[in-house]
């Protein structure tokens, strides 16, 4: 076998995983250094804390006035369930679906929840749901950006400005990263261990004053666990959007969210972490154009991800496998990159078609992506090598 040229250059940051993300650039345990460790998230300084990283989440995301925004527990699972448990059940539901996150959210509501009017319009990976057979008289529920397809909505005029039911949107690889339509958006939840890097275990989720009127209005038929609830005799717990979260927070995640927040706004804000996830797919999107081994799982151009970029190998001698040999030549070259201390978690997602994924959010530095490209095509080359030294 020919022994193939190691590219000079590896990435500075070697971590591409797509969630949790990498740090942001620079970061370091001095980060942390005022966290309120060993006090109470309720005492005055630890709601204080609550409260910073609350208002900072707003002003970042351009979230308006009169939505609420609250720290919630069990990361976007946990928001999201939340508005499934506490909204859900008052008109019909449309469940829509191109990944397996939102695959999960519809098997949740039909299966847990046994909404009985419910429908699911589901889209096969690499492809986005036509959206004109969805009914936005009736609840709405949808990812923004699919994770673990790399396929998102391009923006929010698919929704009716007047629509009746309401719109409940995982935005958790999308926030920070892309634009929401926040007038579109009835409930957005996200985790901040995506696009901010930050750490596992905490949600967020922001209402809409429909939102809330829905809260105050309904009471699902169902019993609602504790960490789920946000009403309480018919209103609202504002606390819970003032920094009083319903169960126990870590108060050092709270200050590594802080941390990223008050990097975002150094940046230039949303806009600027938008450009540098841009410019990071980018990278990737032009690669595959020039490689002809390597494709975007998304089929339609205007629907790739600009963080969770998600590639399948097109290459001839590749797709003439079986699909358990496919998957362990996307595993040798994932194994390969890390061997070679090039690129770490970049394999596709488990329920996703054999692949790769690479995250380019806002905390990932181009020239690290840059750096990587070159290894993407040494470590396919070995593995074709490797196939055609089986085959001889």
């Given at each position: 076998m020919v022994e193939l040229a190691k590219p000079a250059t590896r990435p500075a940051n070697t971590h591409f995983s797509s969630g949790p993300c990498s740090k942001r650039p620079d970061w370091s345990l001095d980060a942390l250094k005022d966290a309120a460790l060993g006090r109470s998230h309720r005492s005055k300084l630890g709601k204080t804390k609550l409260k910073q990283a609350i208002d900072l989440t707003r002003d970042v995301l351009d979230v308006p006035a009169d939505y609420r925004v609250g720290i919630v527990p069990a990361s976007d699972t946990g928001a999201v369930e939340m508005a499934l448990w506490s909204l859900l059940g008052a008109r019909g539901v449309d469940m829509v679906a191109w990944e397996s996150f939102g695959s999960g959210w519809v098997s949740d509501v039909l299966k847990e929840l046994k909404i009985a009017d419910a429908r699911k319009f589901v889209a096969p990976y690499g492809q986005l749901v036509d959206f004109s057979k969805v009914d936005f008289d009736r609840d709405v529920v949808f990812t923004w950006n699919g994770t673990t397809s790399g396929v998102r909505v391009v923006n929010g005029d698919f929704i009716p400005a007047d629509r009746k039911g309401l719109t409940i949107c995982d935005?958790?690889?999308?926030?920070?990263?892309?634009?929401?339509?926040?007038?579109?958006?009835?409930?957005?939840?996200?985790?901040?261990?995506?696009?901010?890097?930050?750490?596992?275990?905490?949600?967020?989720?922001?209402?809409?004053?429909?939102?809330?009127?829905?809260?105050?209005?309904?009471?699902?038929?169902?019993?609602?666990?504790?960490?789920?609830?946000?009403?309480?005799?018919?209103?609202?717990?504002?606390?819970?959007?003032?920094?009083e979260t319903i169960n126990t927070?870590?108060?050092?995640?709270?200050?590594?969210?802080?941390?990223?927040?008050?990097?975002?706004?150094?940046?230039?804000?949303?806009?600027?972490?938008?450009?540098?996830?841009?410019?990071?797919?980018?990278?990737?999107?032009?690669?595959?154009?020039?490689?002809?081994?390597?494709?975007?799982?998304?089929?339609?151009?205007?629907?790739?991800?600009?963080?969770?970029?998600?590639?399948?190998?097109?290459?001839?001698?590749?797709?003439?496998?079986?699909?358990?040999?496919?998957?362990?030549?996307?595993?040798?070259?994932?194994?390969?990159?890390?061997?070679e201390g090039a690129g770490v978690d970049i394999g596709a997602y488990r329920d996703a078609p054999s692949g790769l994924r690479i995250w380019c959010g806002a905390t990932i530095n181009t020239s690290d992506v840059e750096a990587l490209m070159p290894w993407l095509t040494y470590a396919f080359e070995k593995q074709k090598a490797t196939l055609a030294s089986k085959a001889a």
């Amino acid at each position: 076998m020919v022994e193939l040229a190691k590219p000079a250059t590896r990435p500075a940051n070697t971590h591409f995983s797509s969630g949790p993300c990498s740090k942001r650039p620079d970061w370091s345990l001095d980060a942390l250094k005022d966290a309120a460790l060993g006090r109470s998230h309720r005492s005055k300084l630890g709601k204080t804390k609550l409260k910073q990283a609350i208002d900072l989440t707003r002003d970042v995301l351009d979230v308006p006035a009169d939505y609420r925004v609250g720290i919630v527990p069990a990361s976007d699972t946990g928001a999201v369930e939340m508005a499934l448990w506490s909204l859900l059940g008052a008109r019909g539901v449309d469940m829509v679906a191109w990944e397996s996150f939102g695959s999960g959210w519809v098997s949740d509501v039909l299966k847990e929840l046994k909404i009985a009017d419910a429908r699911k319009f589901v889209a096969p990976y690499g492809q986005l749901v036509d959206f004109s057979k969805v009914d936005f008289d009736r609840d709405v529920v949808f990812t923004w950006n699919g994770t673990t397809s790399g396929v998102r909505v391009v923006n929010g005029d698919f929704i009716p400005a007047d629509r009746k039911g309401l719109t409940i949107c995982d935005a958790t690889s999308a926030a920070f990263a892309q634009n929401l339509d926040f007038q579109k958006l009835d409930v957005v939840t996200f985790s901040w261990q995506k696009v901010l890097g930050g750490e596992g275990a905490h949600g967020v989720i922001i209402l809409s004053p429909r939102a809330v009127e829905r809260l105050e209005s309904y009471e699902p038929t169902w019993p609602m666990p504790k960490i789920f609830r946000m009403t309480k005799g018919g209103k609202i717990i504002e606390g819970i959007f003032q920094g009083e979260t319903i169960n126990t927070p870590s108060m050092l995640c709270v200050e590594d969210y802080i941390d990223a927040l008050l990097w975002s706004k150094e940046l230039g804000g949303l806009k600027a972490l938008m450009a540098r996830a841009d410019a990071n797919a980018r990278v990737i999107f032009d690669f595959c154009d020039k490689n002809p081994w390597l494709a975007n799982l998304a089929d339609v151009a205007e629907t790739r991800s600009n963080t969770s970029v998600c590639l399948k190998i097109v290459d001839p001698a590749v797709t003439a496998l079986d699909a358990d040999a496919q998957e362990a030549f996307a595993k040798g070259i994932v194994a390969t990159l890390e061997k070679e201390g090039a690129g770490v978690d970049i394999g596709a997602y488990r329920d996703a078609p054999s692949g790769l994924r690479i995250w380019c959010g806002a905390t990932i530095n181009t020239s690290d992506v840059e750096a990587l490209m070159p290894w993407l095509t040494y470590a396919f080359e070995k593995q074709k090598a490797t196939l055609a030294s089986k085959a001889a």
